[in-house]
């Protein structure tokens, strides 16, 4: 990680990015500790102030994008923004788990600790830390399961900025992630996050297949959405007309489940029929409960 102080610019990015959190916490039924939140913002802001990812960019945006994955896509509280925003801070600077304790609370620094813990990759350069690392992130399961959530908020957000990573180091995070973390974010029920993280993973191992299906896809996507539309116009008409309340939502395969297709039925991606679907998700009302 490199060292500089921050423009201006880059000031105003964090607070943007900060207001943007606090945005989406807001938009959650979670009782609103503003307060408490502000205050981890402010100590993490404070100690990585002017440490910057290999990116370039303050390292600050990265705990807050963890905890924004943590609110928006997992639905997490404040203690677990709080502790996203903290998590960093034990490993990488000269603050302690018992500062984190003494300024937020023991839950808070008991689950940075555990992140702490499970931080570096699980396949090390020996075995026996790859066996160690990999048993303290199953262990962390029953201790308290936010602490591998974050984890794989954590994770996520790497994975969507690994391109500033060197090769080598592209490859072996992104084999770890298709073997330890999409998996165990499926098993947990973080299906959006378990498929970004496999498709991800493929674009890193596979660049240039990747390139090649995204670029198909991309060519006829604006066609399969207008077949959609056209799909979709009557099945919508007539749940509104009967009542109900409802989404309708496309859902477009991955690149990396249209390639685990082609491989497992051994065709052309010109020959993968379900690229798009349509999901609809009912709101249950009286009459649905009484069925």
Known sequence: MQKSEFTAEEDLMIQHEFEALLDDYAHTLHSQK?????HAFKFA?????GVRRLSGEPYIMHPLAVAR???KQIGLGST???AALLHDVVEDTDYTEQDIAGLFGDKIAQIVGGLTKISGGVFGEHASEQAENFRKLLLTISEDIRVVLIKIADRLHNMRTLGSQPK???YKIAGE???IYAPLAHRLGLFPIKTELEDLSFKYEHPETWQEIHDKLEAIKASKLESYETFTKP??????SMGYTFTINARIKSVYSIWKKMVKQ???FEDVYDIMAARIVFTPNESMSAK
């Open 34 to 38: 503003v307060d408490l939140i502000t």
């Open 45 to 49: 802001n404070k100690a990585h102030y």
């Open 69 to 71: 994955i943590c609110v």
């Open 80 to 82: 677990s923004i709080c």
């Open 168 to 170: 080598e180091k592209q």
């Open 177 to 179: 992630t298709q073997y």
């Open 235 to 240: 099945i919508r008409e007539r749940l509104e």
């Open 266 to 268: 051994q065709c052309a």
